[in-house]
């Protein structure tokens, strides 16, 4: 005769005990198996960060064009080396420092901010109310070399989240946030396939795009044409928006077709 349980015994028949308890140990084992495969297919975080709520001041000269950038000079350098560090400017939230550096062309400031960094390329979102001007205005000297057409595969992203505020700060899962920070002023950045380099969009003119004329093709797989520039050492990629084109079959059959070239 198979035991038999009445839910309001006070103990379950041994058998059937010990068969609820194997099947209670082989779940827990799945569910542990599951997640850490899961963790394992899950990409890394990006060597990216920002320093929320650790104010800094820095001082250098406001260039407004293509984008807000703070340029600090730098000490001891020689020959070849480029003379300024660059640092993008942004507002707090999803907006552009156009408005808060516009009065500041070519002016030497003190401004204090929040540091946002990856790769090399660092970003200040900058504390409203904090620019001062600190000596008599100087235009940054205007040195853009053409160097070359190139035709590459990758993502446009908006450098405020992708360079440390957000982590994933690209793809699908992010483009919705990325399209709201481009809409709102934020430097639209281009990055090849795989995440090796990245560029600053800009306009025919060498300047800044149309702040929604990239909207279709954000956090998306796509070939992009355009001339390669490079300004106080800042590299540009200067892209006419109208032809810009989807890859349809993704960044993987885009990467074995499409390779960068100079």
Request: proline residues 7%; hydrophobic residues 40%; positive net charge.
């Amino acid at each position: 005769m198979n035991e038999f349980y009445v839910g309001y015994l006070p103990k379950q028949p041994t058998a059937l005990a010990r068969f609820v308890w194997r099947v209670v140990v082989v779940l827990g084992l799945l569910a542990v198996v599951v997640a850490l495969l899961l963790v394992r297919g899950q990409g890394p975080f990006a060597s990216s960060a920002f320093e929320f709520g650790k104010v800094r001041g820095f001082k250098g000269v406001i260039a407004t064009q293509p984008y807000p950038m703070l340029l600090v000079p730098r000490s001891g350098q020689t020959g070849q080396q480029e003379p300024y560090s660059r640092y993008l400017l942004v507002a707090p939230g999803k907006h552009g420092a156009d408005d808060l550096v516009a009065a500041f062309e070519g002016k030497p400031v003190r401004l204090q901010g929040q540091l946002i960094y990856r790769d090399g390329r660092t970003m200040v979102e900058i504390e409203p109310g904090s620019i001062t001007a600190s000596g008599a205005g100087t235009k940054a000297p205007d040195a853009t070399v053409d160097l070359a057409a190139v035709t590459m595969t990758g993502e446009i992203v908006d450098s405020k989240c992708y360079l440390g505020v957000m982590n994933p700060g690209s793809g699908k899962v992010h483009r919705d946030c990325a399209a709201r920070c481009l809409s709102g002023g934020i430097p639209p950045i281009f990055i090849t396939a795989g995440g090796r380099e990245q560029f600053l969009l800009v306009g025919m003119d060498g300047g800044a795009l149309q702040r929604d004329s990239l909207r279709e093709f954000i956090g998306e797989p796509i070939t992009i044409q355009g001339r390669l520039l490079q300004d106080r050492g800042e590299q540009l990629l200067m892209v006419d928006p109208r032809l810009l084109r989807h890859t349809p079959d993704g960044l993987e059959a885009a990467r074995q077709t499409v390779e960068p070239h100079r």
